[in-house]
T-cell receptor, first 111, second 115 residues
Framework: QKEVEQNSGPLSVPEGAIASLNCTYS??????FFWYRQYSGKSPELIMS????GDKEDGRFTAQLNKASQYVSLLIRDSQPSDSATYLC???????????FGGGTRVLVKP | NAGVMQNPRHLVRRRGQEARLRCSPM?????VYWYRQLPEEGLKFMVY????????ESGMPKERFSAEFPKEGPSILRIQQVVRGDSAAYFC?????????????FGAGSRLTVL
């Protein structure tokens, strides 16, 4: 079992729709969770961080965390073509000192 | 306020040569992380360093790879006797002392091609 798992996609969504991305993690003691966006050929950039159960909203992005189910998700509302990228889920494991990344989900927003 | 600076951005080596990748963290950041990204894959942790200390090298291959972060100068990731499988993007990230991995800023990456 991978430490952080994501569906590789591509996830194709029409412009204006909601993109829903999912991520599961194996270490039940993990405390910190992140979503990064990576455009092709570029470096990852942090979109959201979430540390407690529930929802966290920032603009068009909402992160959702459910520690009991070991599940974190990202919703992108009103998707735009500029949102087309790979979205990486990352976790800091219990007592850890580094980010562990999932394989990423490629999102394609079609005009 | 310059971000994380990596160089070279692109490096081509023949099998058996050495590759040296450099990373200067953001000003005020004393923690450096190196990640490797193979084509169409996620980022794999390699090593975590503070000034003059390797904190976690659990992701480093046992042979041919080494990393350092001297008191003065950039962090260096060194790959000896490169093989084609070393072709990848190598990203460096830095963070402030108090935040650890919770606040990582990534550099633009160094793309290594082994012929």
């Amino acid at each position: 079992q991978k430490e952080v798992e994501q569906n590789s996609g591509p996830l194709s969504v029409p412009e204006g729709a909601i993109a829903s991305l999912n991520c599961t993690y194996s270490d039940r003691g993990s405390q910190s969770f992140f979503w990064y966006r990576q455009y092709s050929g570029k470096s990852p950039e942090l979109i959201m961080s979430i540390y407690s159960n529930g929802d966290k909203e920032d603009g068009r992005f909402t992160a959702q965390l459910n520690k009991a189910s070991q599940y974190v998700s990202l919703l992108i509302r009103d998707s735009q073509p500029s949102d087309s990228a790979t979205y990486l889920c990352a976790v800091i494991k219990a007592a850890g000192n580094k980010l562990t990344f999932g394989g990423g989900t490629r999102v394609l927003v079609k005009p | 306020n310059a971000g994380v600076m990596q160089n070279p951005r692109h490096l081509v080596r023949r099998r058996g040569q050495e590759a040296r990748l450099r990373c200067s963290p953001m000003k005020g950041h004393s923690h450096v992380y190196w990640y490797r990204q193979l084509p169409e894959e996620g980022l794999k942790f390699m090593v975590y360093l503070q000034k003059e200390n390797i904190i976690d090298e659990s992701g480093m291959p046992k042979e041919r790879f080494s990393a350092e972060f001297p008191k003065e100068g950039p962090s260096i990731l060194r790959i000896q006797q490169v093989v084609r499988g070393d072709s990848a993007a190598y990203f460096c990230a830095s963070s402030p002392t108090t935040s650890g991995a919770n606040v990582l800023t990534f550099g633009a990456g160094s793309r290594l091609t082994v012929l």
